[in-house]
């Protein structure tokens, strides 16, 4: 009975042009025009932009899950190779602080000789080098602008005190960066690689070690982000060369920052959710003799022992870069999957009061029909 009644409104008579004000209003009571090329147009106008939001929701909302399943993807791998990435720091741990307690029972041995250790050697300081250590990826949040901020103020405030410097760039992020700023002298580009090795720190260390050395430099400061928990890192600026005797690492003002304990972060789950569980560790490390006897000269053990010890420091401060920058993204990753299932739902609910306006717009066009016939 619809579709009959449905079929007669077309062929009623075409109301006039000139009562198209209360047109909106009466084609509710009044039959609708008979469809042909010159009305065409307007009901497809009419028509269409609802039909087009509707294609255009239903699109935006399967690309706005499809991005989510990628970022939910990104976060999970980020998450495991942030246990990597701890883990390798950790294992490093026990090699670092042996070499620092070798150094120091030999610093304890030589306090009353007058040697001469180049690492160790203190010079009026006229140019300093840093060492900006960056991430080779993106989509991590402001894990790679925080860092290079802190250089970029550390490099004004080096300025400020009449002091040359130059730049060592580790990481592609931070590599063009630099490129792009032909106006900072940088000494050289290197890559970091996904997951830090030895070979990568020497690299770093032969570079630092020749400027030192052949006195180019006078100060060497390595500027990386410190891994503290999955949700927190700072930008750090530690002072590399001159190394202290007793192989600690300082800042910039002379003060020790070695750290004497690490702290693991597990991801677990707790009624369905993702949580964080937190262990302290700390490596032991065998206590050597007051009475211990070196077979060579100790100032050649401390001439082969300090470079090892540069090389380490350097390869930590790398691990510990690349797991900071893993957690920003898993951090970054987590927040995007909020923001993509917010907006998954608040496209969902307009799609659904579009579709629903449609629908009951032609529930009351077959109504409307039904009672002009009668």
Not at 138 to 166: H, S, V
Request: charged share 25%.
């Amino acid at each position: 009975m619809a579709c009959s009644n449905l079929t007669t409104m077309w062929v009623s008579p075409k109301p006039s042009l000139s009562d198209s004000s209360s047109l909106s209003f009466r084609s509710v009571l009044n039959p609708l025009p008979l469809p042909n090329h010159n009305t065409s147009p307007s009901r497809s106008s009419s028509v269409s932009p609802i039909q087009s939001s509707l294609r255009e929701l239903r699109d935006r909302i399967d690309s706005v899950k499809n991005t989510q399943k990628i970022t939910e993807a990104m976060k999970l791998v980020a998450a495991a190779k942030v246990r990597r990435a701890q883990e390798a720091v950790v294992n490093g741990r026990p090699f670092s602080e042996t070499l620092v307690e070798v150094l120091y029972n030999i610093n304890e041995q030589l306090q009353t000789d007058d040697i001469d250790v180049p690492l160790t050697k203190i010079r009026p300081v006229k140019k300093v080098a840093l060492v900006v250590v960056t991430g080779d990826r993106g989509l991590c949040g402001g894990f790679n602008n925080f860092i290079i901020k802190k250089a970029e103020a550390r490099i004004k405030e080096l300025q400020g005190l009449g002091l040359d410097y130059t730049v060592i760039s580790v990481g592609k992020k931070g590599n063009s960066y630099f490129l792009r700023r032909p106006y900072i002298p940088v000494d050289k580009y290197l890559e970091a690689g996904t997951l830090p090795t030895a070979k990568e720190a020497q690299a770093v260390a032969d570079d630092v070690f020749s400027l030192f050395i052949s006195e180019e430099v006078d100060k060497v400061e390595l500027l990386y982000t410190k891994f503290v928990s999955l949700v927190k890192s700072e930008p750090v600026i530690h002072t590399l060369l001159p190394l202290s005797p007793k192989g600690e690492i300082c800042d910039i003002n002379g003060n020790c920052v070695d750290a004497a304990e690490d702290e693991l972060f597990r991801l677990t789950t707790k009624e369905g959710k993702l949580t964080v569980e937190r262990e302290t560790f700390r490596t032991p490390t065998a206590d050597f003799s007051p009475i211990l006897q070196f077979e060579q000269d100790p100032v050649q053990i401390l001439d082969a022992l300090l470079p090892l010890y540069l090389n380490s420091q350097i390869l930590r401060a790398l691990q510990e870069s690349l797991a900071s920058e893993l957690a920003a993204r898993m951090s970054a990753m987590s927040s995007a999957s909020d923001n993509a299932s917010d907006l998954k739902k608040s496209l969902s609910m307009v799609y659904n009061r579009k579709r629903q306006a449609k629908i009951t717009g032609e529930i009351l066009e077959i109504v409307a029909g039904a009672n002009a016939q009668v």
